[in-house]
């Protein structure tokens, strides 16, 4: 079994509950309101700004100028081309610039950043690459899964395509490829870590859903309300 496919069994419920999450299921239908996805497209530009940065550390970590030239131009190559549909989207839902410079993220999005920046400081390569994975993978899965959906907002139709595409599944696999080979150079102790920043990063994602859909707030800020 290949490493990968430990981590898929380790968080197979999670994995499961994302697919099938009300959020994902409402995009699929194109039953979602469009203020739900305007409030998850203004958390993912946020969090993809962060995300960017992440693959720039896991590059300084590598010792492999191979790997971190290839971690480098992921960065840029993933950023550029999903804040592209980002923009595209932040257009149709008319989300203005100044929305999105004095955005406040939700406590997820900002705990889920949180985590790729404390594997960032205090991991290993591997170990930042396995919590940037399951972004990449259940993204892929997603768009994989409902490859076949014709949601009736043509803003969903767009989002599924981006993430079934060749270009997406491609650059998930060499992501699952690269997290494989760092693995087995790895002791037993230093895999459970790895797994440990795999699951809980999965397990954010899932959260990323139920934040979006429920428009989760600050627990000051509900007290405003």
Not at 17 to 29: A, D, G, I, R, T
Not at 75 to 91: F, N, P
Request: aromatic content about 14%; some cysteine.
């Amino acid at each position: 079994m290949l490493f990968s496919d430990s981590l898929r069994e380790a968080t197979k419920e999670s994995w499961q509950l994302s697919l099938n999450h009300p959020f994902v299921q409402k995009v699929v239908s194109g039953d979602l309101p469009l203020e739900t996805f305007k409030n998850y497209i203004l958390q993912d530009i946020y969090y993809l700004k962060h995300y960017g940065k992440v693959h720039a550390f896991a590059a300084a970590h590598s010792d492999d100028f191979h790997i971190a030239a290839k971690l480098a131009e992921k960065a840029k190559k993933t950023a550029e081309a999903e804040l592209t549909v980002h923009k595209e989207h932040a257009e149709i839902l008319q989300i203005t610039e100044a929305e999105i410079e004095n955005f406040k993220p939700a406590p997820t999005a900002y705990a889920y950043t949180s985590h790729l920046y404390r594997a960032s400081l205090s991991g290993s390569l591997a170990q930042i690459v396995a919590a940037m994975l399951p972004c990449y993978w259940l993204y892929a899965d997603i768009g994989l899964t409902y490859k076949d959906a014709k949601p009736k907002e043509k803003i969903y139709q767009n989002w599924l395509n981006t993430y079934g595409s060749d270009w997406f599944q491609e650059s998930t696999q060499e992501m699952i490829d690269l997290l494989n080979t760092l693995a087995e150079q790895a002791g037993e102790a230093e895999k459970e870590k790895i797994k440990t920043q795999f699951i809980i990063a999965k397990e954010y994602e899932l959260a990323f859903w139920e934040m979006s859909y429920t428009f989760e707030t600050w627990l000051s800020e509900k007290q405003q309300i």
